[in-house]
């Protein structure tokens, strides 16, 4: 039995890729994946919107200012930055 959650690099985030004969270290995935979840839980979305995407928010034909917000909102996380 392996001791370690990520068999990958062994729980310390990182793994050895050699290209070119040369070695490098990269962020495993796991400390991706968890980079992932610390964001998201720190963004205090509530759940009940968990998994939710702005294409489901249909602002109605005659309401002008709430299609104007989700434009708005649409821009800014199409814009946002992913660290990645």
């Known amino acids: 039995m392996n001791r370690f959650k990520c068999d990958k690099c062994n ?3 990182w793994i ?20 992932f979840i610390e964001k998201s839980e720190k963004a205090n979305i509530p759940s009940r ?13 005659n309401n002008d200012s709430l299609k ?7 821009k800014f996380v199409d814009d946002y930055p992913t660290g990645q």
Do not use: A, M, R, W
């Not at 070119?20 to 995935?29: D, I, P, R, V």
């Not at 919107?49 to 034909?61: A, D, M, Q």
């Open 11 to 13: 729980d310390s985030g």
């Open 16 to 35: 050895t890729i050699t290209k070119n004969s040369k070695e490098y270290l990269q962020k495993c995935t796991c400390k991706k994946n968890d980079h």
């Open 49 to 61: 919107f968990s998994g939710s995407e702005l294409s489901g928010f249909l602002p109605g034909n």
């Open 68 to 74: 104007n917000i989700k434009n708005i909102v649409k």
